[in-house]
């Protein structure tokens, strides 16, 4: 079930004008993203960055995605998929910052 939202599409018609009125308030929006594959990570980070999001943090330890009954794989425990995310991050985002989320044990 992981973390219930309303999904990419609605935040793009609703962020806007929350960003707006953030930055009208001199205050940065910040969002924490979490995919299923790198090219999804990095469609996100791109969508993200069009409706004017300031900071994306690209979650990849998030527990909470399930599939079924099964969890899914966490990509921070799996280097070769935390390269692949961290690549289509990186260059959907190009010259903005990027903040990679790990969880750490």
Request: contains cysteine; glycine residues 4%; charged residues 30%.
């Amino acid at each position: 079930m992981g973390l219930p939202n309303r999904g990419i599409t609605f935040y793009e018609s609703f962020l806007p004008v929350f960003i707006k009125r953030a930055h009208q308030r001199n205050k940065r929006v910040r969002v924490s993203i979490v995919a299923s594959t790198p090219r999804e990570y990095g469609e996100l980070v791109r969508r993200c960055l069009k409706i004017g999001i300031d900071e994306i943090e690209v979650n990849t330890s998030c527990p909470n995605v399930w599939k079924g009954s099964k969890q899914k794989e966490i990509p921070a425990f799996n280097t070769i998929l935390l390269n692949e995310i961290i690549k289509e991050s990186s260059k959907a985002a190009r010259k903005f910052k990027l903040d990679i989320a790990e969880r750490l044990k």
